[in-house]
């Protein structure tokens, strides 16, 4: 387990699952666990797919408090900082969702960048960003690790989350 205290004073855990989550890298937060996938990098339909497989689902932070969380995940772990990463969310009919095992819910909660969502018609899934590392150092710190929308078809590494059976 790993504490780590953020500079407006809260203290975030990291678990590492290996009963809970299974083996294969997950991270446990609460009664979920998060993966995150630097390669393959693939379409949003396909890194969808890929989660699946791995018996979960693009990530959906249901919580401001997990929106956070990851973050927070990205930031403490350098080789983690770097890129953008898909994100369950998608487009439909003008309004975000989140894509999740069985069903689709209305993102009632966001941390989109500056200017986004970019209103192009082709930008209709969710990312986060990365910490300007790979290309973006002009990008202030605030923009690190926020959403934006992105093309469907662009090949991205990508976080999967898993939900804990409790007990």
């Not at 998060?34 to 339909?45: D, G, L, N």
């Not at 396909?46 to 919580?63: I, M």
């Not at 923009?143 to 078809?153: D, K, T, V």
Request: proline share 4%; hydrophobic share 35%.
């Amino acid at each position: 387990m790993i504490s780590v205290k953020t500079s407006q004073g809260l203290d975030w855990i990291f678990t590492e699952c290996f009963d809970s989550c299974g083996s294969g890298d997950w991270t446990r937060h609460g009664n979920t666990c998060y993966k995150i996938v630097r390669e393959p990098i693939s379409s949003w339909k396909v890194a969808q797919g890929l989660c699946l497989d791995l018996g979960g689902y693009l990530a959906t932070p249901s919580e401001l408090a997990e929106v956070y969380w990851l973050k927070g995940f990205r930031s403490h772990h350098k080789s983690l900082r770097g890129g953008w990463l898909w994100m369950g969310g998608y487009k439909k009919n003008g309004q975000w969702l989140w894509k999740e095992r069985f069903t689709d819910s209305a993102i009632d909660h966001n941390d989109w960048g500056k200017d986004q969502p970019y209103p192009d018609p082709a930008n209709n899934c969710l990312l986060m960003f990365g910490d300007g590392s790979e290309g973006w150092k002009l990008d202030p710190v605030e923009q690190w690790f926020r959403w934006a929308a992105g093309n469907c078809n662009a090949k991205l590494g990508f976080i999967c989350q898993k939900e804990i059976e409790t007990k």
